[in-house]
């Protein structure tokens, strides 16, 4: 008997580590592809609920007009149907407006930026010279 044993199939240690590295790239090749295809269905549903989103804000800007109109029928029983209108839509406007500059407002550089965190920062800096000297 030699030193080196087969296995029971005849085939070498090199042989059976270099089958072993060709079905680890197989593997790894078929995870990626795997990974690959849930990503493109992911990325379509995606876009699917993108759409009924927007589909879903059309209707609801639909109904809002639909709405207003009721408000200024109503205020028509009591007023003309022209200062109603105007009335309505000054109204609409005022809130869009200050709804608009409350977004805007949180979207400032100065609003945006971590100030809890600065201040966490600067007091473990300042523990950390305190435990230096």
């Not at 269905?41 to 759409?51: F, L, R």
């Not at 201040?119 to 000297?133: I, N, T, V, W």
């Amino acid at each position: 008997m030699d030193g080196a044993q087969r296995p029971p199939d005849g085939r070498s240690a090199v042989d059976l580590l270099s089958q072993l590295a060709g079905d680890l790239t197989n593997l790894v090749r078929k995870e990626s592809e795997l990974v690959r295809a849930e990503l493109t269905e992911k990325a379509h549903s995606a876009v699917k609920a993108v759409g009924e989103v927007a589909a879903g804000s059309l209707l609801l800007i639909a109904a809002l007009l639909v709405l207003l109109q009721a408000v200024v029928l109503g205020l028509s029983k009591f007023m003309d149907p022209a200062w109603a209108a105007l009335l309505v839509g000054g109204v609409v406007a005022i809130v869009g407006y200050v709804v608009l500059r409350a977004g805007m407002k949180m979207l400032k550089p100065g609003a945006m930026a971590p100030e809890r965190s600065a201040r966490q920062l600067q007091k473990d800096a300042e523990l950390m010279k305190g435990h230096s000297r």
